[in-house]
C-alpha cells in the first residue's frame, strides 16, 4: 500500500512513494514475467561515466522499488586512491548511499532476455541526522535532472539534445586501407565489411527503444551510428547504453570496441559532438519558423553566448582525459582549435546546422554526459539571464584565426585550472562534485606528469651524445 507523505517528507521518501504505487509495479510485475525476466541490473553512473550497480534476482522486484540497493560511496570515483593513498569520495569509513530505481527506465537486456535493467538516483541514507533522505551530491544523474527540472520550471524551456558517438573498431576482418593523405570516410565497402557490427548495435538499440536513425563509416575503424534527439536527460542515459550496447557486440563479435578520444597519431579522434536545441512546448525557440536560412533567434544568440563563454571552463568534463587533448592538436580534423562559432562551419567550437540546432564539438567520445548537459544548461541559463553576445560568426577555417574568447585549453592540467575557477559551472554541477571530478582528474593528471612515455624514449634515450 501506499503511505501519505509528511511535510517533512525527503526525496528519497518522494520517490519512495511512486515507486509503490500499485498500478505502475503491477504493469512493471506483468511486463517482467512476461519477457522471463530473472535477473535485474540496479545500474548508477560514476563522475567518470562508468556504470556500477548490483544484480538482483527478479523475484525482489517490489522490495527493491522500495528499498533500492545500498553501495559505498566511494564507488562514484570508481574506488580510485590517489598517488598519495588518499581513497577519493570520503574514505573507507564513509556512509554509504541509497540506489533506488527510476521504474519507467527499465529494460530487457536483447542479447539475454532473462536479465533486464533499471537506472537508479541515489539518495544519502536515512539515518544520518544532517541529511538522510537528501538527493547524493555526487550522483551526475540525478543533478542533471533536478537541474534540467528547475530550468524548465523558470524558463518555460527544454533543452533537447543528440549526440554523435564515434568510436573505433578493431579486431580480425576490420582492417581498413586509404591512400597517403586520403580518408576512407564514407567508403561503403569499409561499411559493408563492419555489417556484423551495425546490424547488432543497431538492433539491439532498437529493442531498448532507440530511434536509431543513420550511420556512417569515418576513419579506420570508426564508425558512428546516430539515434533521434530528445529530451536531453534521455538523451544522456542512451548515450550510457549505447555504450553498454557496443561492448557486448564487441563481446559476442571477438573485437575490440574503444571509445578512446585518439587512438592513435595522425588518426581522426573519437567525438562526441552535443546538437542542442531549447523547446517551448513543440516550438525550437532557436529558430524562427518560416526561414530557410541559417538564423539565430535573439534567445538563441543569447544561449550560444552562454555556451562560448564558459566552453574554456568545460573542457575538463568535454575533453576529460589526458589522451582527449591530442585530438584538439591536430588542425585540420574537424576538431575545433579557438573558441568561436560559424554558420555550417566545422572547423569552429559550435557550428549552427539546420533548423535551429547548436552542435558543440567539444566532447569527445569519453565524456560523462549528465556532466556535460549539466554545464551546458548552466551556461545556456548564464546566456539567457545575462543576454551574451556571441559576436560574429566565424567566416572560413578557425586554425589560423585567434577568437575573442577565452583560449582553448590544450591539456588536462591546463583544463582543471579554468573548470575549478568558474562559478557557473561549479553551481551546474554543485561543489561536492566538482570537487571531486577536480580531484579524481588532478590525479590522473600528475600520474600522467610522472610517467615515462614511449615517446620520451624514442627522443632521448640514446640522443646523447
Not at 71 to 85: P, Y
Not at 276 to 298: C, F, Y
Not at 318 to 325: D, E, H, I, L, R
Not at 454 to 460: Q, S, V
Request: hydrophobic fraction near 35%; charged fraction near 25%; glycine fraction near 8%.
Amino acid at each position: 500500500m501506499t503511505t501519505t507523505l509528511s511535510r517533512s517528507a525527503t526525496a528519497l521518501d518522494q520517490h519512495r512513494e511512486r515507486n509503490t504505487d500499485q498500478a505502475a509495479l503491477e504493469a512493471l510485475r506483468k511486463r517482467v514475467a512476461e519477457a522471463g525476466v530473472e535477473y535485474i541490473y540496479y545500474q548508477s553512473v560514476t563522475v567518470t561515466g562508468r556504470v556500477v550497480g548490483k544484480v538482483v534476482p527478479a523475484d525482489q522486484l517490489v522490495r527493491n522499488a522500495e528499498k533500492g540497493v545500498q553501495m559505498h560511496r566511494t564507488v562514484m570515483a570508481d574506488f580510485q586512491v590517489t598517488r598519495d593513498g588518499t581513497l577519493l569520495g570520503g574514505g573507507a569509513e564513509a556512509a554509504e548511499f541509497t540506489a533506488l530505481p527510476d521504474l519507467d527506465t527499465f529494460a530487457v537486456l536483447p542479447w539475454d532476455t532473462s536479465v533486464g535493467r533499471f537506472f537508479c538516483r541515489l539518495y544519502e541514507p536515512e539515518h544520518r541526522p544532517d541529511n538522510g533522505g537528501q538527493p547524493l551530491a555526487t550522483d551526475p544523474r540525478g543533478n542533471l535532472r533536478r537541474l534540467h527540472a528547475a530550468f524548465t520550471e523558470r524558463t518555460g524551456l527544454e533543452l533537447r539534445s543528440g549526440c554523435e558517438p564515434e568510436m573505433t573498431w578493431t579486431g580480425p576482418g576490420l582492417e581498413a586501407h586509404a591512400r597517403p593523405d586520403s580518408s576512407p570516410a564514407y567508403r561503403l565497402d569499409l561499411l559493408e565489411q563492419s555489417r556484423p557490427i551495425y546490424r547488432k548495435v543497431i538492433g539491439y538499440a532498437r529493442a531498448m527503444g532507440f530511434t536509431m536513425i543513420e550511420g556512417d563509416y569515418e576513419d579506420p575503424g570508426q564508425i558512428e551510428l546516430n539515434w533521434m534527439f530528445d529530451h536531453a536527460d534521455l538523451t544522456a542515459d542512451r548515450l550510457i547504453t549505447y555504450r553498454q550496447i557496443c561492448r557486448q557486440v564487441a563481446r559476442e563479435l571477438g573485437v575490440r570496441a574503444s571509445f578512446m578520444p585518439k587512438p592513435a597519431t595522425g588518426m581522426m579522434g573519437n567525438g562526441c559532438h552535443h546538437n542542442i536545441s531549447l523547446w517551448r512546448g513543440e516550438e525550437n525557440v532557436l529558430a524562427e519558423p518560416g526561414r530557410r536560412d541559417l538564423h539565430l533567434t535573439e534567445l538563441g544568440r543569447h544561449a550560444l553566448g552562454g555556451i562560448l563563454t564558459h566552453a574554456a571552463a568545460s573542457m575538463a568534463v568535454m575533453g576529460p582525459t589526458v589522451n582527449s587533448y591530442k585530438r584538439y592538436w591536430d588542425s585540420g580534423q574537424f576538431a575545433p582549435s579557438q573558441i568561436n562559432w560559424g554558420m555550417d562551419n566545422k572547423t569552429c567550437t559550435v557550428r549552427l546546422s539546420a533548423n535551429g540546432r547548436l552542435e558543440v564539438k567539444l566532447p569527445d567520445a569519453m565524456v560523462n554526459p549528465y556532466l556535460s548537459h549539466a554545464i551546458l544548461l548552466g551556461a545556456v541559463a548564464d546566456g539567457l539571464d545575462n543576454r551574451i553576445d556571441p559576436g560574429e560568426p566565424q567566416q572560413g577555417s578557425s586554425y589560423d584565426t585567434q577568437s575573442r574568447f577565452a583560449r582553448l585549453p590544450l591539456n588536462l592540467g591546463e583544463a582543471l585550472e579554468v573548470f575549478a575557477a568558474d562559478e557557473v559551472v561549479k553551481n551546474a554541477l554543485g561543489a561536492e562534485a566538482l570537487g571531486l571530478y577536480h580531484a579524481y582528474k588532478s590525479d590522473e593528471w600528475a600520474r600522467f606528469c610522472g610517467h615515462v612515455t614511449d615517446w620520451e624514449h624514442m627522443m632521448y634515450e640514446e640522443d646523447t651524445p
